[in-house]
């Protein structure tokens, strides 16, 4: 593989990378969202 | 080495993995699975709700994915899906394969965690329906291949009312029936125009199979039974005027594209005109019907 070669799939493995973070971290807040309102609600965690 | 001696080999862009979900398909599903749930007589706390619906567009995008992964030989062969990331070369098989069934199972698993089992196990069943009966099972091997397949498309409805209330009445099986019986005239409708992208594909589409006339027909037919359902839960007493005036008169121009298209061959050089007004309206004719069940439970 040549250098650019080698900064095009760099860069393809970032751009993956970078929205592989943001959808794990939208998971986490939606998680912890969904926690929230099941023990404001009283609802039992795993199932109604 | 120079690029020009070997092909470059990149890892599949997260572009490609968006359009391997069938992001179109999408919102149509997103939206009959909202309206459901909106219509259901229990209220769902908003981010149970926000949480219900992304498991249905996971479980709708994970199908799609699913369905690509094992469609690829006969997407590269018609014209309108050649360019979809696996026949046009932009992913590997595999990749397709463990997205779909890796998403299929987060949102199968999270509805079932964050929401309820009832809700969950629907919405399993419809992803299995599309991707098993379908896809696998009788696409290649029926002209009714859509009809039966077509209740993996009905499915939303359900599992938004299933997901509000925890359970399943009349209404959400007659909005499954609308959708389920809907299903048949929109796509042949679609069919007859793109026959011979099917019919190079070897796909046994009702045109390719039974030929033009009986699939008109099949059309004009299938529409008498979709009619009822649309209309049948104002006279049970499942929804009020709102919903009912507004199914009578969609539905009555529904009725009429569909006889046009049911009693009409089209010639050489035919532009096909009738057939793509009674596809465009079905899709807008099923968004307004569903925006009406609901509006209906909120503003009557």
Redesign the interface.
């Given at each position: 593989m040549t250098p650019e070669e080698e900064e095009i799939v760099r860069a393809r493995q970032k751009s993956r990378s970078r929205v592989m973070a943001l959808l794990l971290l939208a998971f986490v807040v939606l998680v912890f969202a969904i926690s929230i309102v099941k023990i404001s609600a009283g609802i039992p965690v795993m199932q109604r | 080495?120079?690029?020009a001696n070997h092909a470059?080999i990149?890892?599949a862009?997260?572009r490609d993995f968006l359009a391997l979900t069938k992001p179109r398909v999408m919102t149509l599903v997103v939206f009959t699975g909202l309206c459901g749930m909106l219509a259901a007589p229990a209220p769902i706390?908003p981010?149970?709700g926000f949480?219900a619906i992304?498991c249905i567009a996971l479980g709708a995008g994970a199908a799609g994915a699913l369905n690509q992964w094992y469609e690829a030989d006969l997407d590269s062969k018609m014209k309108r899906t050649q360019s979809r990331p696996l026949p046009a070369g932009r992913m590997d098989r595999q990749s397709a394969l463990h997205f779909g069934v890796g998403v299929a199972a987060l949102s199968v698993i999270l509805m079932g965690?964050?929401?309820?089992?009832v809700a969950a196990g629907i919405l399993l069943l419809s992803i299995l329906f599309y991707v098993l009966v379908y896809t696998v099972w009788l696409k290649r091997r029926t002209p009714q291949n859509i009809v039966i397949g077509g209740a993996a498309g009905a499915f939303p409805p359900l599992i938004g009312w299933a997901a509000a209330t925890?359970d399943v009445a009349l209404l959400p099986v007659l909005l499954f029936g609308l959708v389920f019986l809907w299903t048949p005239p929109h796509f042949w409708a679609l069919a007859l125009f793109v026959k011979t992208d099917y019919a190079n594909a070897g796909v046994p589409m009702l045109p390719v199979v039974a030929g033009e006339k009986a699939t008109r027909i099949q059309i004009g037919l299938y529409t008498i039974p979709m009619a009822i359902a649309a209309i049948a839960p104002w006279p049970l007493g499942l929804t009020g005027a709102l919903y009912g005036v507004t199914a009578v008169v969609t539905t009555a121009l529904f009725a009429i594209f569909a006889v046009q298209v049911a009693t009409r061959m089209a010639g050489e050089g035919d532009t096909m005109k009738p057939e793509k007004r009674l596809f465009a309206y079905s899709i807008s004719y099923l968004f307004i019907l569903f925006a009406a069940v609901a509006a209906d439970r909120w503003l009557a």
């Amino acid at each position: 593989m040549t250098p650019e070669e080698e900064e095009i799939v760099r860069a393809r493995q970032k751009s993956r990378s970078r929205v592989m973070a943001l959808l794990l971290l939208a998971f986490v807040v939606l998680v912890f969202a969904i926690s929230i309102v099941k023990i404001s609600a009283g609802i039992p965690v795993m199932q109604r | 080495m120079s690029v020009a001696n070997h092909a470059l080999i990149l890892p599949a862009d997260w572009r490609d993995f968006l359009a391997l979900t069938k992001p179109r398909v999408m919102t149509l599903v997103v939206f009959t699975g909202l309206c459901g749930m909106l219509a259901a007589p229990a209220p769902i706390h908003p981010v149970l709700g926000f949480t219900a619906i992304l498991c249905i567009a996971l479980g709708a995008g994970a199908a799609g994915a699913l369905n690509q992964w094992y469609e690829a030989d006969l997407d590269s062969k018609m014209k309108r899906t050649q360019s979809r990331p696996l026949p046009a070369g932009r992913m590997d098989r595999q990749s397709a394969l463990h997205f779909g069934v890796g998403v299929a199972a987060l949102s199968v698993i999270l509805m079932g965690l964050a929401v309820n089992y009832v809700a969950a196990g629907i919405l399993l069943l419809s992803i299995l329906f599309y991707v098993l009966v379908y896809t696998v099972w009788l696409k290649r091997r029926t002209p009714q291949n859509i009809v039966i397949g077509g209740a993996a498309g009905a499915f939303p409805p359900l599992i938004g009312w299933a997901a509000a209330t925890g359970d399943v009445a009349l209404l959400p099986v007659l909005l499954f029936g609308l959708v389920f019986l809907w299903t048949p005239p929109h796509f042949w409708a679609l069919a007859l125009f793109v026959k011979t992208d099917y019919a190079n594909a070897g796909v046994p589409m009702l045109p390719v199979v039974a030929g033009e006339k009986a699939t008109r027909i099949q059309i004009g037919l299938y529409t008498i039974p979709m009619a009822i359902a649309a209309i049948a839960p104002w006279p049970l007493g499942l929804t009020g005027a709102l919903y009912g005036v507004t199914a009578v008169v969609t539905t009555a121009l529904f009725a009429i594209f569909a006889v046009q298209v049911a009693t009409r061959m089209a010639g050489e050089g035919d532009t096909m005109k009738p057939e793509k007004r009674l596809f465009a309206y079905s899709i807008s004719y099923l968004f307004i019907l569903f925006a009406a069940v609901a509006a209906d439970r909120w503003l009557a």
